[in-house]
């Protein structure tokens, strides 16, 4: 009988940071454990709140350490992905220039993988979510501003300079070009990350005289959410319906881009945008059968991702599980 193997992936964002134990197809042992990131404590604060929310995950999963072949941890950018480095992330100020691999590694003394957030996400996808029977996929991540992944026969984009799958800032309007969080115009964030459309709203709603019930809608709650526009379009609102269109064209652009760069087996949504529902994701597929080549417009796979806000730490957990395998074949060779 063979032991059976476990790895851990930590997944560490600017709000909070979550790990958790999957096994070796990738199906979680137990729920996640989320810890405060807080990144104005300072870095070494970081790191060891780093090794208690892996130490949780794994006694949460009713396991010892020494039953984990790997751990994986996925940041966000900037970062060296082969130095196992995080940079100088917007997200985890003021942290700079933090040996993360290098720490977990003395720490846990196992192998080690070190990933960006985006890319871990579309792995994690990629090896047991919507791209499970697939051999290449692209991830979009819709959230305040647009992830993306790519991963090509079981291996990570990452590029030469960790800024491979960089897909949420890839320049789709040159026309006037809006502006971009990346403080570059015309990117593909700027337009169709739930933030943006929330601006546009406001945009339309300036413009449009008082008509669209997204008004009522607004004074009631304070606030206008990317979601209140799906489910005003959903009832027939006609500006909700048009702004909603509108997103769907430029997701189908970035689609494109990718499907005539690296022509994928499938592009997968994900993030909160995707409860909008199947109507949305027939539109992008609308306007790519409208925009691409007819062979991968009529073959490629456009979906939803499966795994939710799990799919950070699940495909962290499988990097940890490629570094592992490649350790195994460094031995035997
Ligand atoms: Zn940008």
């Known amino acids: 009988m063979t032991t059976p193997l476990y790895f851990v992936g930590l997944d560490v964002g600017g709000t909070t940071m979550k790990a958790g134990v999957v096994d070796d197809c990738g199906k979680p042992v137990a729920e996640p454990i989320s810890l405060p990131t807080e990144p104005e404590r300072g870095q070494d604060k970081g790191l060891e709140r780093m090794d208690e929310t892996i130490r949780l995950a794994v006694s949460e999963a009713k396991l010892k350490l020494e039953q984990i072949a790997a751990i994986g941890v996925a940041t966000p950018g900037t970062m060296d992905i082969a130095g196992g480095i995080i940079l100088d992330p917007p997200n985890l100020k003021p942290w700079r220039n933090v040996h993360v691999r290098r720490h977990i590694e003395r720490t846990f003394k196992l192998p080690t993988a070190f990933q960006n957030d985006a890319n871990a996400a579309a792995y994690g996808e990629y090896w047991v979510g919507a791209g499970k029977d697939v051999q290449s996929m692209v991830l979009f991540t819709l959230g305040t501003g647009i992830g993306g992944g790519i991963i090509m026969d079981d291996r990570v984009l990452e590029g030469q300079h960790s800024h491979g799958g960089e897909l949420g800032h890839m320049r789709i309007e040159m026309t006037n070009p809006r502006l971009c969080g990346c403080n570059r115009r015309g990117c593909l ?7 943006s459309v929330v601006k546009r ?27 209140d526009v799906f489910i005003a379009a959903d009832k027939g609102d006609a500006l909700a319906k048009q702004l909603v269109d509108q997103t769907a064209y430029y997701l189908a652009v970035g689609t494109t881009n990718m499907l005539h760069s690296i022509d994928p087996d499938m592009v997968a949504f994900a993030g ?36 939710g806000s799990h799919a950070g730490f699940i495909g962290a957990a499988g990097c940890g599980r490629q570094v592992y395998q490649r350790s195994l074949e460094g031995k035997k060779g």
């Open 189 to 195: 964030e700027a337009y169709a990350s739930a933030s």
């Open 201 to 227: 709203t406001f945009e339309a709603l300036d413009a449009d005289g008082g008509k669209s019930a997204l008004h009522g809608m607004f004074r009631s709650h304070g606030e206008l959410t990317a979601k």
């Open 272 to 307: 909160g945008m995707t409860a909008a529902g199947e109507s949305f994701i027939e539109r992008i597929r609308h306007y790519v059968r409208e925009l691409a080549f007819p062979v991968p417009a009529e073959r490629t796979e456009i979906r939803y991702a499966l795994l």
